[in-house]
């Protein structure tokens, strides 16, 4: 079946790890996109790819980094520079050139010890 | 300002009511808009796309009102299953573009 999976679903890291939540899609989707969500709050933009090889800062980008090297995969690193790592983190995807739906994976809850 | 806000909620209605959620946005060259429901620590999932003429889908009537930058979301006949928060997407012309989710408005449906 196509979909987007994300991975780990929960995570425990100490406080100064830096932690890579992996997010695939078999859909063929062009755009792919990582949000975070705090407890009571809406989804912030993390960062956010067009194509292979290409992505852009969203809203939040600091202390997080992302690479693109095939169409299928976004995994986001949550790097010890990110002061509050704690939350829930979503991938989506989106197929590009036309306006449409996103798809989400069920997201990745890390917590910081 | 925000790109997207939304009325802060939360909406406690008892079953049968109607309700109706608001949100604005900031970006008038923004071309698409959709609602999507969020269930308690769950994804997002897409209700419904708003179009320039209004849409409807069962219970549930979507309105965009470009001059005002304002979009809506009725929905008729409330069930318990209804429960969620209710979010607000903008978007630009392609999905190219940065998409953009309003803070969202919880809805509690009350038997």
């Known amino acids: 079946d196509g979909g987007i999976t994300q991975s780990p679903k929960y995570l425990f890291r100490k406080e100064g790890q830096n932690v890579t939540l992996s997010c695939e899609q078999n859909?063929?989707?062009?755009?792919m996109y990582w949000y975070r969500q705090d407890p009571g709050q809406g989804l912030r933009l993390i960062y956010y790819s067009q194509i292979v090889n290409d992505f852009q800062k969203g809203d939040i980008a600091e202390g997080y980094s992302v690479s693109r090297e095939k169409k299928e995969s976004f995994p986001l690193t949550v790097t010890s520079a990110q002061k509050n790592p704690t939350a829930f983190y979503l991938c989506?995807?989106?197929?590009?050139?036309?306006?449409?739906?996103?798809?989400f994976g069920e997201g990745s809850r890390l917590t910081v010890l | 300002r925000k790109e997207v806000e939304q009325d802060p909620g939360p909406f406690n209605v008892p079953e049968g009511a109607t309700v109706a959620f608001n949100c604005t946005y900031s970006?008038?060259?923004?071309?698409?808009f959709f609602w999507y429901r969020q269930d308690c620590r769950k994804e997002p999932k897409l209700l419904m796309s708003v179009y320039s003429s209004g849409n409807e889908d069962g219970r549930f009537t979507a309105q965009l009102n470009r001059a005002s930058q304002y979009i809506s979301l009725l929905i008729r006949d409330s069930k318990l299953s209804d429960s969620a928060t209710y979010l607000c997407v903008v978007n630009g012309k392609t999905s190219y573009d940065k998409v953009i989710f309003g803070p969202g408005t919880s809805l509690s449906v009350i038997p």
């Open positions: 989506a995807s989106a197929p590009g050139g036309a306006t449409g739906e996103l798809f």
């Open positions: 970006n008038s060259a923004s071309q698409s």
């Open positions: 859909l063929n989707h062009d755009a």
